[in-house]
T-cell receptor
Framework: GAVVSQHPSWVICKSGTSVKIECRSLDFQATTMFWYRQFPKQSLMLMATSNEGSKATYEQGVEKDKFLINHASLTLSTLTVTSAHPEDSSFYIC????????????FGDGTRLSIL | GDSVTQMEGPVTLSEEAFLTINCTYTATGYPSLFWYVQYPGEGLQLLLKATKADDKGSNKGFEATYRKETTSFHLEKGSVQVSDSAVYFCALSDNAGGTSYGKLTFGQGTILTVHP
């Protein structure tokens, strides 16, 4: 149980386009979801905390207008990278908090984003 | 603020060797401590956890003991296998309100490679 699905797993697009990444909790309701960014051979950097039905809380230094987060339902959060540029290329990971779980968060498998 | 420091890698071992990955933390209060594992191209999986001082977390032959006096949570395994090759992250979570986990703070990760 407590499966988090992230889609797509890999995307390549041209500079200037917008890319949407979906994060779904498949078998539980997630009132809180998290978005992380991971650079090669580095740790996870928390970008924002997303609560269902309200605005996301962004970490310091993360551009809200660049990384749009929507958490419209208890099972879906989306991250949209707007007007993506090569420096936005990275591995993006989402996670979800399960109220009844003994784990703090359950992680998706990540999305590899490459901007050409 | 809270922080986690892991021994720098990469770590390269032969199969059946003993593994230690050091982890120390700085936190206010009484955090919960975790080890996560990340296989190539995937998200994070919880390996083990400890929620209070002197607790020992264990799973798949790995173990770590929550040492409050030394603020450490070192990961050990007596005999590693090739399949253990992955990136290992130490993490902490403050216990928000005492009944649920707060945000996760990750160490920088340690790459482990095990050769046959």
């Amino acid at each position: 149980g407590a499966v988090v699905s992230q889609h797509p797993s890999w995307v390549i697009c041209k500079s200037g386009t917008s890319v949407k990444i979906e994060c779904r909790s498949l078998d539980f309701q997630a009132t809180t979801m998290f978005w992380y960014r991971q650079f090669p051979k580095q740790s996870l950097m928390l970008m924002a905390t997303s609560n269902e039905g309200s605005k996301a809380t962004y970490e310091q230094g993360v551009e809200k207008d660049k990384f749009l987060i929507n958490h419209a339902s208890l099972t879906l959060s989306t991250l949209t990278v707007t007007s993506a540029h090569p420096e936005d290329s990275s591995f993006y990971i989402c996670s979800a908090r399960h109220r009844l779980s003994n784990q703090p968060q359950h992680f998706g498998d990540g999305t590899r984003l490459s901007i050409l | 603020g809270d922080s986690v420091t892991q021994m720098e890698g990469p770590v390269t071992l032969s199969e059946e060797a003993f593994l230690t990955i050091n982890c120390t933390y700085t936190a206010t209060g009484y955090p919960s401590l975790f080890w996560y594992v990340q296989y190539p191209g995937e998200g994070l999986q919880l390996l083990l956890k400890a929620t209070k001082a002197d607790d020992k977390g264990s799973n798949k032959g790995f173990e770590a003991t929550y040492r409050k006096e030394t603020t450490s949570f070192h990961l050990e395994k007596g005999s590693v296998q090739v399949s253990d090759s992955a990136v290992y992250f130490c993490a902490l979570s403050d216990n928000a309100g005492g009944t649920s986990y707060g945000k996760l703070t990750f160490g920088q990760g340690t790459i482990l490679t095990v050769h046959p």
